[in-house]
């Protein structure tokens, strides 16, 4: 007796794909603009300083970026939980926040640096899709 149906349709797996890696691309980054009212704080430490610089080199238009911690502890040769310590000094003071959260380990949380305090993420967005 057959444990199949009869209307079961006979198929093959396709061939498995061939994935090319591509070199990375070199860091194109030459400047970054921050809050200038950083500059002034005297909250701010040089660890917490270099690592709002840092985060302000990968923002968009809005003040938006999706870099991870690792890749920022990579660029400051530091480890991702003395990052993780600055941001979370940084969210403190007002510099940073985080817009939307991520799967963690999948993919890096959205987090927008905060240039003015008195726009918020939406109108940012808003004003810098318009231009």
């Given amino acids: ?8 349709v006979d198929f093959k797996l396709p061939k498995k794909p061939k994935v090319k890696e591509k070199e990375a691309l070199p860091d194109q980054r030459r400047m970054t603009v921050m809050p200038i009212r950083a500059i002034t704080d005297k909250r701010i430490t040089d660890g917490m300083f270099r690592t709002l610089a840092l ?7 809005a003040g938006i970026t999706w870099v991870s911690q690792a890749k920022l502890a990579k660029d400051t040769g530091t480890s991702r939980q003395a990052i993780s310590k600055q941001l979370v000094k940084l969210r403190a003071l007002g510099y940073i926040e985080t817009v939307s959260k991520a799967f963690k380990g999948v993919k890096p949380d959205t987090v927008r640096v905060i240039f003015d305090p008195t726009i918020d993420a939406e109108t940012a967005i808003a004003v810098t899709s318009s231009i």
Avoid: E, G, H, I
């Fill in 1 to 8: 007796m057959n444990a199949l149906p009869s209307n079961v």
């Fill in 55 to 61: 985060v302000c080199s990968y923002v968009n238009r």
